[in-house]
T-cell receptor
Framework: GESVGLHLPTLSVQEGDNSIINCAYS??????FIWYKQESGKGPQFIID?????DKRQGQRVTVLLNKTVKHLSLQIAATQPGDSAVYFC????????????FGTGTRLLVSP | DAGVIQSPRHEVTEMGQEVTLRCKPI?????LFWYRQTMMRGLELLIY????????DSGMPEDRFSAKMPNASFSTLKIQPSEPRDSAVYFC???????????????FGPGTRLTVL
């Protein structure tokens, strides 16, 4: 029979809407966080990062918010475009692992024209 | 810059055969990572190198997997013998240690899709 695969949560939005993708991280010692975007058939692509001494960081059309109290990370995309359709991963890192990133399971973003 | 280069892009092989995946990191990057991505387990770190030396191979699933980095511009991931459960997309990534905050973003290659029949 078929194996049960990892079910990705999906966020469906209309073009022009703002999107918010959430991520719960696991390690309270993690002090560096990254959001990656992965389009179909491609490798993950860096979007934005944030250190634990910050609550918010902004890029072009994207904002990352960090709530260390509840170990929660979010990615906000303003004026979402069809080209934003992809799977988005958060990743965490701590000094112990230095460059060792631990990736979340991902969220699929679908943008309708 | 051409980015991280991986070859082949697709590999189909039969169970029991040896498979070799190749990676060329971005020039000047001193860390290289091998990841595996499956629907069941997501994106997993297998091993990473610093200045061609393996630093952490705790993610390598079993002895059938081995990785080498003979020089700064080339790395291989070998599976021998391959099994159907090894079917996945394998990514290589590299970084320059001296990035912002001392931990730069990892740049991923396009991946190799491996199918073991």
């Amino acid at each position: 029979g078929e194996s049960v695969g990892l079910h990705l949560p999906t966020l469906s939005v209309q073009e022009g809407d703002n999107s918010i993708i959430n991520c719960a991280y696991s390690n309270s010692a993690s002090d560096y966080f990254i959001w990656y975007k992965q389009e179909s058939g491609k490798g993950p692509q860096f979007i934005i990062d944030i250190r634990s001494n910050m609550d918010k960081r902004q890029g072009q059309r994207v904002t990352v918010l960090l709530n260390k109290t509840v170990k929660h990370l979010s990615l906000q995309i303003a004026a979402t475009q069809p080209g934003d359709s992809a799977v988005y991963f958060c990743a965490e890192n701590n000094d112990t692992g230095f460059q060792k990133l631990v990736f979340g399971t991902g969220t699929r973003l679908l943008v309708s024209p | 810059d051409a980015g991280v280069i991986q070859s082949p892009r697709h590999e189909v092989t039969e169970m029991g055969q040896e498979v070799t995946l190749r990676c060329k990191p971005i020039s000047g990057h001193d860390y290289l990572f091998w990841y595996r991505q499956t629907m069941m387990r997501g994106l997993e770190l297998l091993i990473y190198f610093n200045n061609n030396v393996p630093i952490d191979d705790s993610g390598m699933p079993e002895d059938r997997f081995s990785a080498k980095m003979p020089n700064a511009s080339f790395s291989t991931l070998k599976i021998q013998p391959s099994e159907p459960r090894d079917s996945a997309v394998y990514f290589c990534a590299s970084i320059n240690q001296l990035g912002l905050w001392g931990r730069d973003t990892q740049y991923f290659g396009p991946g190799t899709r491996l199918t073991v029949l």
